[in-house]
Nanobody
């Protein structure tokens, strides 16, 4: 079955960096668009970025210029490099893919930006 496992979250000071990873299995990874979402306390889950199978990328306005999404189709991995982190980036970050009409999500990884 489809499995997505995020890692790399943690506590970081404002202005710092983190790299999130998502390990995928159970589907043909190289063919799928991969997404990163986030959900802050009391807020709805929102799209952060996505990357197509050939590697074209798209970012939400709040993270443009600071975050970079990438993928390694040989390792079935998708990454989110987060630089210049701000307190408002604090959230649980989720990896997602869509197969057929069904969305599959990972369990999430917590990112906390605080001094």
């Amino acid at each position: 079955q489809v499995q997505l496992v995020e890692s790399g979250g943690g506590l970081v000071q404002p202005g710092g960096s983190l790299r999130l990873s998502c390990a995928a299995s159970g589907f043909t990874f190289s063919r799928n668009v991969m997404y990163w979402y986030r959900q802050a306390p009391g807020k709805e889950r929102e799209l952060v970025a996505f990357i197509s199978s050939p590697g074209s990328t798209n970012y939400a306005d709040p993270v443009k210029g600071r975050f970079t999404i990438s993928r390694d189709n040989t390792k079935n991995m998708v990454y989110l490099q987060m630089n210049s982190l701000k307190p408002e980036d604090t959230a649980v970050y989720y990896c997602k893919t869509i197969i057929g009409l069904k969305a599959s999500w990972g369990q999430g990884t917590q990112v906390t930006v605080s001094s």
